[in-house]
């Protein structure tokens, strides 16, 4: 494949990673989004691993769950909601993949969340450093890149905990 090819080729594979992150919670599958890439679903599953490291299937399903993750830690949203607003079509399986990912339940990730929120300043008192002073509370940008689902099955139970 000559270097204009492979360019044309990933731009492509761009596109429909793109369609993944801007339409997650819509139903999408390797069919639909190989036709974003302009390419047969075998090819387009074979090229997106090869390009991005994890097949299409679970680059959509950590987006879910990225978005899931920060609708649970922001909103009150029941999560059944969640599960539905972020394109999970039960209960059942958001709850099942979510905790093979996360290692809690997303109830419990919920309240480990609102827990460090009111133990870090962020939602309450801060606990006193050494010296007596308030710990500084970590960034949000800092808390959302700790905490953020890395891939499947690489977080054991409670790793991603912040406090």
């Known amino acids: 494949m000559t270097t204009t090819?492979?360019?044309?080729?990933?731009?492509?594979?761009?596109?429909a990673r793109d369609a993944m992150d801007r339409d997650y919670a819509r139903p999408l599958?390797?069919?639909?989004?190989?036709?974003?890439?302009?390419v047969s679903p075998s090819h387009f599953a074979r090229e997106f691993r090869a390009v991005?490291?994890?097949?299409?299937?679970?680059?959509?399903?950590?987006?879910?769950?990225?978005?899931?993750?920060?609708a649970l830690r922001?909103?009150?949203?029941?999560v059944t909601q969640?599960?539905?607003?972020?394109?999970?079509?039960?209960?059942?399986?958001?709850?099942r993949t979510f905790r093979d990912v996360v290692g809690r339940s997303p109830s419990q990730y919920r309240r480990d969340q609102r827990l460090a929120a009111s133990s870090d300043g962020r939602g309450g008192d801060a606990p006193p450093g050494g010296d007596g002073r308030a710990a500084p509370a970590a960034p949000a940008c800092?808390?959302?890149?700790?905490t953020r689902v890395s891939s499947f099955g690489e977080a054991p139970p409670g790793a991603a905990s912040v406090a």
Do not use: K, M
Request: proline share 6%; glycine share 6%; net charge positive.
């Open 142 to 146: 800092i808390v959302a890149a700790w």
């Open 74 to 78: 922001d909103t009150d949203a029941p």
């Open 29 to 38: 599958d390797v069919p639909t989004l190989a036709r974003v890439a302009y």
């Open 52 to 70: 991005f490291g994890e097949p299409p299937h679970r680059y959509l399903q950590r987006r879910r769950l990225e978005r899931a993750c920060a």
């Open 5 to 15: 090819a492979r360019e044309g080729l990933n731009l492509r594979l761009l596109r």
């Open 82 to 95: 969640v599960a539905l607003d972020v394109g999970f079509d039960s209960l059942g399986t958001f709850s």
